[in-house]
Every structure is written in structure tokens, then in C-alpha cells.
């Protein structure tokens, strides 16, 4: 059985994925996995992959959702994102596509839910073969 959490969080990709719609995405893969990488939402617009993670949360929330993309959970998304760059998925795309790591909020308050989106919010360092971030 779902906890509330996760079915909220379930209702929030639903409604990031029909709001990045109407944006001009083409939603590529949602949930994808790589052992216990995921990676929420994958699209593509204007010769761009967007690796994007969504956040959401209940109206009256203590702090806003994208303050909750600390820096393990940067580190996670980078090191998905890496894994789905790697994978047979990537394959099928153009191989000089544009990639970033963005960020969307969904907050549900009455009577619309709210989103914020930040493309490119999250910029990898890499050095020597590591991941910084």
C-alpha cells in the first residue's frame, strides 16, 4: 500500500509531466532506474535533454520544495544522470544533444497546484574523471 507521501509525490510528476508538455517537451522516460539511481522525469525540447527532478508538497509546507535538493541528493542525480548517459536508453538519441539538470516544484494549494521550474539548476564539476559537485 502507498503512503500519502508517495502518492502526492506521484500526483506531483503527473502534474509536472502535463505542465512540461504544454512547455514543449516530449516526455522521454519517467521513474527511469539504474540499480538505486532514479532519475524522475527525462525529456527532450530545442536539442536538449533535461534530466529533471521533481519536487512536491502540500500546500502549508515549512520550506519550499527545491530547498530539499540538498547536496547528497545532487550527487545522486548526477551520478543517474551519468548512468542514463551510459545506458542503451541514451543510445537511441542524437549524440550531440545539450544536457541539462533541472529542478520542478509542484505545490498543491487551492484551486491550481503551483510550478516552478529551474533549468539548469544543478551544474556538475568534473575533474580528472570524478564527479565534484
Not at 503527473?14 to 532519475?39: D, F, P, Y
Not at 519550499?64 to 550527487?75: A, H, L, S
Not at 544533444?97 to 521550474?117: G, K
Amino acid at each position: 500500500m502507498k503512503t500519502n507521501k508517495q502518492i502526492i509525490g506521484e500526483r506531483g510528476e503527473a502534474e509536472a509531466c502535463s505542465w512540461l508538455t504544454g512547455e514543449g517537451h516530449r516526455i522521454l522516460k519517467r521513474n527511469w532506474r539504474a540499480g538505486h539511481l532514479e532519475l524522475d522525469v527525462i525529456t527532450l525540447k530545442d536539442h536538449v535533454l533535461h534530466v529533471i527532478e521533481v519536487k512536491t508538497r502540500s500546500d502549508g509546507a515549512p520550506v519550499p520544495p527545491e530547498v530539499n535538493v540538498g547536496y547528497k541528493k545532487k550527487r545522486r542525480l548526477v551520478s543517474a544522470a551519468y548512468a542514463f548517459l551510459k545506458s542503451e536508453d541514451r543510445a537511441a538519441l542524437p549524440a550531440d544533444l545539450e544536457i541539462w539538470l533541472d529542478v520542478l516544484t509542484v505545490v498543491f494549494e487551492e484551486p491550481e497546484p503551483r510550478i516552478e521550474y529551474f533549468p539548469q539548476a544543478i551544474i556538475p564539476i568534473f575533474f580528472t574523471g570524478q564527479v565534484i559537485y
